[in-house]
């Protein structure tokens, strides 16, 4: 890629308790076909009236992989060896069919990337109130986290400020692990991190935050793809392998859109090799 951006496979925007699912609102088509291509035209995300600077990501498959197509946000064309690509309202595209090994593809975004002065002033249409109660929705009451959420935020009157408050409590209080126990029967994820061991990885960590923005009344999803890769000074371009797999959060910002937060990146490893160290770095 061009740019450090995240790559998005998808979205996902009903939390039930334990893990996510995406749900289309009432009243709309699921998924929308897009015109003939190559290349497809696919249109700037509604909602995001800042212009963005291009950015031209290539994707080579070194195994089959699913009918996911990736790409920055927010996504303007894709050149795909697909005969059809269909767009959801949320701006996930799926091809007709899955990808072999050998496999390239190229997608055109326009990548927004507003200053915090900008994201604190943020101002323009707002969501639809279907739309608003889609990404505020929680599947049951949650007092500790929204009494926590509360607390922590407190003072702060912007949602950037919010969000950046809650992301640092999470880099002091918490830690990150791939070695943490199964949830147990009946047992609500969030709860289990920000109340019991505070120890988890990318999902439980991403979750958890955006369960509190909720609990606060933000509009929040949750993604999941490929985080920005290293700069490669010889090719003048960022590369991402599939070790950069992750989940993060994203929020609404009038005028800007869907913006992308890693709260992951701040959480200290438990016990972090040298390699681990640099990675977080």
């Known amino acids: 890629a061009t740019r450090p951006t995240f790559w998005v496979a998808e ?54 992989g699913p009918n996911l197509v990736f790409h920055a946000e927010s996504a ?17 595209i799926r091809s007709s069919t899955s990808m072999g090994p050998g496999s390239i593809d190229t997608v055109v975004s326009s990548v927004v990337t507003p200053t915090p002065a900008e994201l604190a002033t943020a101002g323009g249409p707002t969501l639809d109130p ?22 922590i935020t407190a003072h702060r009157t912007t949602t950037e400020a919010k969000v950046l408050a809650l992301e ?30 505070r120890r988890g990885f990318c999902e439980q960590i991403s979750t958890s935050l955006a369960v509190m923005l ?8 949750e993604a ?29 910002f009038p005028g800007f859109g869907w913006q992308s937060f890693d709260p992951t990146a701040l959480v200290a490893t438990v016990n972090p090799s040298p390699a681990a160290t640099l990675g977080h770095d």
């Open 76 to 92: 303007d064309q894709a050149w795909f060896p697909a005969r059809r690509l269909y767009l959801d309202r949320d701006g996930n």
């Open 168 to 197: 640092r409590w999470m880099s002091i209080h918490t830690r990150y692990t791939t070695d943490i126990p199964p949830l147990r029967k009946g047992a609500d994820t969030v709860d289990e991190f920000l109340f019991g061991n």
């Open 130 to 151: 279907v739309d608003q109660a889609r990404f505020t929705e929680l599947p049951h009451p949650y007092p500790r986290v929204a009494a926590l959420a509360a607390r």
């Open 224 to 252: 999941t793809g490929y985080v920005p890769g290293p700069y490669n000074p010889i090719t003048d371009l960022y590369d991402v392998q599939a070790k950069d797999a992750h989940a993060w959060v994203q929020v609404w």
């Open 11 to 64: 979205t996902f925007d009903q939390w039930d308790g334990q893990s996510w699912t995406e749900v289309v609102g009432k009243g709309h088509p699921e998924w929308q076909r897009l015109s003939i291509g190559p290349p497809f035209e696919i249109g700037a995300e509604a909602g995001a009236d800042a212009l963005g600077a291009q950015d031209i990501q290539t994707f080579y498959l070194v195994q089959s």
């Open 214 to 221: 909720r609990t606060l009344g933000i509009p929040t999803r």
